[in-house]
């Protein structure tokens, strides 16, 4: 089940509110917890073991870290509660990963090593985790409140708006809304609007976009134009179909009450990658930063580990995306970047961040993103050096006919319009507030009547 279902819509997501608000305050926590297993085990009953495992293993860890009273019993049930979560995540996310590349070394001492093991990703497993860890720090630091019971945390880490694909929630900024929230028909409202804005993005824009990117990712040989034209697509893809769901996501809370922090500000109109990064995913970019760069040491001890820290947080933040050396790279292709600019802070005479001359930081930060987006969405190195040879002109510079016979008109006006609404400062985050109810029925009934026609079209973010 996803938000942009049939099923979802017109059938579990009116059932829950009609529920929840007829259900008494007390017992709401406990209706969310039990709608969000329903709508997780839609996917898969079995891997609900895996939500709840991870949940319990970090409810249970936090809670034995503020009972220890030594400071080396306190270590000990936070390392073995990120532990375990960790490893459960290791296992579904990274055994294949682990395995292909051992393969090589391991033949040559004679081991023989088989790839048949079937393991299924958990979606939103990574998302799981990360909120599950930063639940045991921030409660064995001291930084929020444990969780007043079971359900209430077992609802906090299964919330279906955003278990999924985020953004990425700590506990200590919904524990007081767990305890008390703000109903209203204007709350309500507002939570409708911003749905069906992000239900706009995804459907019209996002999986408008979606086939032309498959199919000049699929070209082995691209021209300049193809390459081009590939990686504008894909770029405006995924900024609309993961800031879509954020604004799913964002929306669905504020129907029963819950603030979720925002996920996207414009990042398309950076002048810097450290801009960018202030600007795309804020709720990931946060967490590396609070629980992996400060940790590592930050800024604090030198200027060698500052270069350092910031490369280790984007090469494991690559990583958390996925188990593929394209991640990895895409993640030390932006470490690089955040690197060079913190040197560049450091040694002019500006607070200014961008590497680049004043006049050129946008066009030349969408240059660098892009270029990024190329391996991250390349299901392979390989694959993402021919992408990048086309780039250069290294098959040719026009389309070709075969894909001017195949890219349908729609497509190319949706990508005109995305790019109309991200470079033109007209982003989601600045409509949220400006959809009237009767523009918000229309864009329902259109995103409706395109729902029925298409096939089933996941939201990118659910593979990692």
């Not at 939570?191 to 000049?216: C, E, N, Q, W, Y």
Request: hydrophobic share 55%; proline share 4%; aromatic share 16%.
């Amino acid at each position: 089940m996803v938000f942009s279902s049939p099923i979802f819509l017109f059938a579990f997501l009116p059932l829950f509110l009609t529920a929840y608000y007829l259900a008494p305050l007390q017992h709401r926590s406990l209706l969310i917890l039990v709608a969000s297993y329903v709508f997780y085990g839609w996917w898969k009953l079995g891997y609900l073991l895996v939500v709840v495992g991870i949940s319990v293993i970090s409810y249970v860890a936090a809670s034995l870290a503020i009972t220890c009273r030594t400071q080396q019993k306190r270590n000990w049930a936070i390392g073995i509660g990120i532990a375990l979560d960790l490893a459960v995540l290791a296992y579904f996310k990274y055994t294949y990963f682990v395995l292909e590349n051992m393969a090589p070394a391991l033949n040559i001492l004679g081991i023989t090593t088989s790839l048949a093991i079937q393991i299924l990703l958990p979606i939103g497993i990574s998302f799981l985790t990360f909120q599950s860890i930063s639940y045991i720090l921030d409660v064995a630091r001291k930084d929020a409140p444990p969780a007043r019971n079971l359900t209430d945390f077992l609802a906090f880490t299964a919330l279906f708006p955003q278990l999924i694909a985020g953004p990425v929630l700590r506990y200590k900024d919904l524990a007081d809304q767990f305890s008390e929230r703000q109903h209203s028909l204007e709350i309500f409202t507002a939570g409708v609007g911003r749905f069906v804005t992000g239900l706009a993005m995804k459907l019209l824009v996002a999986d408008s976009i979606a086939p032309m990117v498959d199919r000049m990712f699929a070209l082995s040989h691209p021209t300049l134009a193809e390459a081009w034209l590939g990686a504008l697509a894909y770029s405006m893809q995924l900024f609309f179909d993961f800031a879509g769901y954020s604004a799913m996501a964002i929306g669905l809370g504020l129907m029963i009450g819950f603030r979720f922090v925002e996920n996207f500000n414009a990042p398309y109109v950076s002048q810097s990658i450290t801009e960018f990064w202030r600007r795309w995913h804020i709720s990931l970019s946060n967490w590396l930063r609070d629980y992996l760069y400060v940790p590592l040491g930050g800024n604090r001890k030198g200027t060698f580990k500052t270069y350092r820290n910031l490369m280790l947080t984007m090469v494991l933040g690559g990583l958390w995306h996925g188990a593929n050396w394209t991640f990895i790279l895409w993640g030390g292709w932006h470490g690089t970047f955040l690197a060079l600019e913190r040197w560049k802070t450091q040694h002019a005479q500006t607070r200014r961040a961008s590497i680049w001359p004043r006049y050129l930081g946008w066009p030349l930060t969408m240059l660098a993103v892009m270029l990024g987006w190329v391996m991250f969405r390349a299901p392979n190195v390989s694959d993402a050096f021919a992408i990048y040879a086309g780039m250069i002109g290294k098959n040719g510079i026009a389309i070709s006919p075969q894909t001017v016979h195949f890219n349908q008109p729609l497509e190319f006006i949706m990508l005109i319009i995305a790019c109309l609404f991200t470079y033109g400062h007209l982003a989601e985050f600045r409509m949220r507030g400006a959809l009237s109810h009767v523009t918000s029925v229309f864009l329902f009934g259109l995103c409706a009547m395109v729902m029925m026609a298409r096939t089933f079209s996941p939201f990118l973010y659910f593979q990692f």
